[in-house]
Nanobody
Framework: QVQLVESGGGLVQAGGSLRLSCAAS????????MGWYRQAPGKQRDLVAT???????YYAGSVKGRFTISRDNAKNTVYLQMNSLEPEDTAVYFC???????????????WGQGTQVTVSS
């Protein structure tokens, strides 16, 4: 069963930190690059960080130096440590493969429910 479950979001003041977690099913996680995406109100969903199965990472310019992505292959879990949070980081955060998991049988992408991150100024 395809599954993505994000957690760890919340309300934090600017300059604070949060750690997001995402548990993924084996067919999504195994040997694939995993990413964290975010979507602010009225905006498109953007990729903010990626980690390959071997641990190589990529970060969008807006979060580089502040966010750290990691994964635990034994637990099929990917994490996002977010430090020095800014109000502009406010969004719903999702995890998924990079590129996102697509079911050719169902002809659609699969996403979890996401986790809300709100940063107050």
């Amino acid at each position: 069963q395809v599954q993505l479950v994000e957690s760890g979001g919340g309300l934090v003041q600017a300059g604070g930190s949060l750690r997001l977690s995402c548990a993924a099913s084996e067919d999504i996680f195994s040997d694939n690059a995993m990413g964290w995406y975010r979507q602010a109100p009225g905006k498109q969903r953007d990729l903010v960080a990626t980690v390959t199965s071997g641990g190589t990472t990529y970060y969008a310019g807006s979060v580089k130096g502040r966010f750290t992505i990691s994964r635990d292959n034994a637990k099929n879990t990917v994490y996002l440590q977010m430090n020095s949070l800014e109000p502009e980081d406010t969004a719903v955060y999702f995890c998924n493969r990079d590129p996102p998991y697509y079911s050719y049988y169902d002809r659609r992408q699969y996403w979890g429910q996401g986790t809300q991150v709100t940063v107050s100024s």
